[in-house]
């Protein structure tokens, strides 16, 4: 969630129309996206100037481009079903330096393959949970607008069969640009769980984020703050419907979704009830510091090596989410890292592979381009214990005990504790053995399991929440 993970796994479409030929340019290019995993994405570029892409890790092959253009030694491909483009210039005939944006900057460096390593499609991977008509529920696409007409949003609402009005719940996804269906691998875990909540009786309203899909405006300008703004007038709209119980509206968040919740709550006098699955429970400097050490070590690195990383990365995180301008940032992160660096064994810095200054410092500027924007500099900057000491509705909150992104450890107590402040005089705090940040069952636990893993949603977790909503709401 935190350090945008979600950014790329939404990498779906894209890429036609190169106005100007460049025949240096023919070719497959292969890059990697650092993202808390390695993110594979592969651009081929055609003698006629047509250009498709593939995101192998996430088994997405032959994505069309659009609004790509070339010019000289400098490339650039507006990626436009998901609000993300690559530039990049060509440094000889087999590297492109450049920058891959959706929300956040990213460099990403191409290198020029062979056509014999294109990556092979692999088999279908199975979602056996997907929901497939016919529904035993009406299904309505909807385009409505907040109070002032400056955005349309595109959703989806689910609504029971026989005699309302009944209880209704908004969906607010995790980080990065999201669809209503919170689609990422394959998975669709909103439509998933709007399924299975509709079946047990309730309306479930699920809408594409601002500047994603249907839905208008810019995504990439936006914070949390805007993000909780357009849930209420998801809110609003929900409210003009004949078949919702006005008493009964509530919001499920996942992971930022499970921050913005208590938010939008904190704020209204009309939600009932809040689920939060792996909302934030601390403050979220700390939560990410975590995080990253968590990752990690999901990768193998040593606990104490990868702990070694927690004061500069805490640093760094600060620099660059607080500082006038990136150089500014860069500079105060520089001199904190290679004080951090005098200090740790060569051993540390060996494993951690920052032995040399230049490895320090590419460290440094992938972290500062990443998170000097405006929704990291909010994102960080937030308390969520405020909102929790303000809810007076029934809360649910629940976390994977397996999550290393938003670690139940550190945060379902700091959210009780907060609760325990509040008027709310209902609520539940959660931890659910085995399942990672998308409430899968896991394995591996890692970051790079979740597209192997057929299950979307555990169904534990979905009773959970249903048995409690059914307890909490409908009694």
């Not at 959706?102 to 279908?124: D, F, H, I, R």
């Not at 999201?178 to 309203?205: C, K, S």
């Not at 429970?281 to 968590?294: H, K, S």
């Amino acid at each position: 969630m935190l350090q945008r993970i979600f950014l790329f796994l939404l990498f779906s479409a894209a890429c036609n129309n190169i106005q100007a030929q460049n025949s240096r340019f023919t070719g497959s290019w292969e890059g990697v996206l650092q993202v808390g995993m390695e993110l594979r994405i592969v651009f081929h570029i055609e003698e006629n100037g047509k250009v498709k892409a593939d995101s192998p890790d996430q088994s997405a092959f032959g994505l069309e481009c659009k609004d790509a253009k070339i010019n000289n030694q400098e490339i650039s491909i507006e990626i436009t079903a998901v609000k993300a483009a690559f530039s990049g210039r060509l440094i000889n005939d087999s590297t492109i330096e450049g920058t891959f944006t959706q929300g956040v900057e990213l460099p990403l460096t191409l290198k020029k393959s062979n056509q014999s390593n294109k990556p092979k499609q692999p088999a279908e991977l199975k979602r056996p949970q997907q929901p497939l008509p016919p529904f035993p529920y009406l299904s309505e696409d909807l385009i409505y607008s907040n109070a002032d007409s400056s955005l349309r949003f595109g959703a989806t609402i689910t609504i029971p069969e026989g005699k309302g009005p009944f209880p209704a719940v908004v969906l607010i996804s995790g980080s990065g640009p999201q669809n209503r269906n919170e689609e990422l691998m394959g998975h669709q875990p909103f439509a998933v769980l709007a399924d299975y909540l509709t079946r047990r009786g309730f309306i479930v309203l699920r809408a594409d984020d601002r500047g994603v899909a249907k839905s208008t405006g810019a995504f990439d300008k936006a914070t949390s703050r805007d993000f909780a703004d357009d849930v209420n007038t998801h809110i609003n709209y929900l409210l003009q419907r004949k078949e919702v119980n006005k008493k009964q509206i509530g919001l499920i968040g996942h992971s930022e979704g499970g921050m913005i919740a208590p938010m939008v709550a904190a704020e209204r006098k009309d939600i009932a009830y809040i689920v939060l699955m792996a909302g934030p429970g601390v403050q979220c400097m700390d939560l990410l510091v975590e995080q990253n050490i968590a990752i990690y070590q999901s990768y193998g690195i040593p606990e104490n090596v990868a702990a070694a990383l927690r004061p500069v990365f805490r640093k760094i995180a600060t620099a660059a989410t607080t500082s006038a301008d990136m150089k500014t940032g860069f500079n105060l992160a520089s001199a904190a890292a290679e004080e951090w660096a005098a200090q740790t064994d060569t051993a540390t810095l060996r494993i951690l592979e920052m032995t040399q200054k230049k490895d320090r410092d590419k460290y440094i500027r992938e972290l500062i381009l990443t998170m000097s924007n405006p929704w990291f500099r909010y994102f960080l900057s937030f308390d969520p214990a405020p909102y929790l000491q303000k809810l007076k509705c029934a809360v649910l909150a629940i976390n994977g005990g397996k999550d290393i992104q938003v670690l139940p450890g550190q945060n379902l107590p700091g959210i009780e504790a907060a609760l325990k402040k509040s008027k709310s005089k209902n609520y539940l705090v959660k931890e659910l053995p085995g399942l990672n940040h998308l409430f899968q069952t896991c394995k591996d636990c890692t970051i790079e399991e979740y597209k192997l893993i057929e299950e979307t949603i555990a169904p534990i977790a979905l009773e959970t929440m249903g048995d409690w909503l059914q307890k909490t709401v409908k009694q």
